[in-house]
């Protein structure tokens, strides 16, 4: 069986006046039907604009994106258009959600464009869904009488009210409580085995990219490699104490769990106090011969 998704040597470049900012690096991806698949890397990887390719956001600067079969570059606005209504359901980060619908008429809006079910069936799904995700009372609502919380419960409900064979989540759980993220993932993946809908989502969570099958790490652009998600987070990664972000290089990394207070490693070596230690804080930028021997 053909991948849904195949990216073939993608580049995109952002021109800011005469400066080109390279977002993508010649990446090459497959993503096989019926996946649960994470993209993590730190902020300013690529993640967001590779889930923009991948969902017909955006076009790449060059090179290949190919979806459910369809090389996107060869499609003209029409077909985009009924590739992103009819297959693909995007959860953006930023909610983009309709200020002036009720909650109910956001999660509506995709249906009435398919023109595929009747009011009937349209309530009966759209409500379903809001007690799926926790807003069920909040159907008359209008966006800008929810939390950021509740905003994303009703961009997560919208994306999947179609059924669609691809959903791309741009940090699916960042605005939301730990009870609630878990909810939102628990659905995704009871999607993904009943209707083996396909979900790609990026996440720093490593509570979220546990349940992936699969985590592609990317960094500076480019393609680092696919692991597991054990491999990804990593019995060394998570210590006692405080969770460590999986996606930050080693050697920016704390020694969390350990005792005393975490140091900030971005401060110069010089400048770092020795926390943890009997006495009060010593403050490096105060001038040495004016501190007071305090203790």
């Given at each position: 069986?053909?991948?849904?998704?195949?990216?073939?040597?993608?580049?995109?470049?952002?021109?800011?006046?005469?400066?080109?900012?390279?977002?993508?690096?010649?990446?090459?991806?497959?993503?096989?039907?019926?996946?649960?698949?994470?993209?993590?890397?730190?902020?300013?990887?690529?993640?967001?604009?590779?889930?923009?390719?991948?969902?017909?956001?955006?076009?790449?600067?060059?090179?290949?994106?190919?979806?459910?079969?369809?090389?996107?570059?060869?499609?003209?606005?029409?077909?985009?258009?009924?590739?992103?209504?009819?297959?693909?359901?995007?959860?953006?980060?930023?909610?983009?959600?309709?200020?002036?619908?009720?909650?109910?008429?956001?999660?509506?809006?995709?249906?009435?464009?398919?023109?595929?079910?009747?009011?009937?069936?349209?309530?009966?799904?759209?409500?379903?869904?809001?007690?799926?995700?926790?807003?069920?009372?909040?159907?008359?609502?209008?966006?800008?009488?929810?939390?950021?919380?509740?905003?994303?419960r009703v961009a997560v409900a919208r994306a999947l009210v179609t059924r669609p064979k691809l959903v791309l989540a741009d940090e699916p759980t960042a605005n939301l409580d730990s009870v609630t993220g878990q909810n939102i993932i628990d659905l995704m993946k009871e999607l993904n085995r009943s209707e083996g809908t396909t979900f790609i989502f990026s996440t720093h969570d490593a509570n979220v990219m546990k349940h992936a099958n699969a985590v592609v790490r990317l960094a500076d652009g480019k393609f680092?490699?696919?692991?597991?998600?054990?491999?990804?987070?990593?019995?060394?990664?998570?210590?006692?104490?405080?969770?460590?972000?999986?996606?930050?290089?080693?050697?920016?990394?704390?020694?969390?769990?350990?005792?005393?207070?975490?140091?900030?490693?971005?401060?110069?070596?010089?400048?770092?106090?020795?926390?943890?230690?009997?006495?009060?804080?010593?403050?490096?930028?105060?001038?040495?011969?004016?501190?007071?021997?305090?203790?």
């Open positions: 069986m053909p991948p849904i998704v195949s990216v073939r040597n993608a580049v995109k470049n952002y021109n800011l006046g005469k400066v080109v900012v390279p977002a993508l690096r010649d990446v090459t991806l497959d993503v096989e039907a019926g996946a649960f698949l994470s993209i993590a890397g730190p902020s300013g990887s690529g993640k967001t604009t590779l889930l923009n390719l991948i969902g017909c956001v955006d076009t790449p600067t060059s090179g290949a994106v190919v979806v459910d079969g369809q090389d996107t570059s060869k499609l003209s606005e029409r077909a985009l258009t009924s590739l992103r209504l009819n297959t693909i359901g995007f959860i953006f980060q930023s909610f983009n959600l309709v200020s002036v619908l009720t909650v109910f008429q956001n999660i509506e809006l995709p249906l009435l464009l398919q023109r595929k079910l009747s009011s009937a069936e349209r309530k009966q799904r759209i409500q379903g869904l809001l007690d799926q995700v926790g807003i069920g009372s909040y159907a008359k609502h209008r966006p800008t009488e929810l939390s950021g919380g509740q905003r994303q680092v490699d696919r692991v597991t998600a054990a491999q990804a987070i990593g019995s060394h990664e998570v210590r006692a104490g405080s969770p460590v972000d999986p996606t930050r290089p080693a050697q920016s990394r704390v020694k969390e769990g350990q005792a005393g207070s975490p140091v900030d490693p971005t401060r110069p070596a010089q400048t770092r106090v020795k926390e943890g230690q009997a006495g009060s804080p010593v403050d490096p930028a105060h001038p040495a011969q004016s501190r007071v021997k305090e203790g």
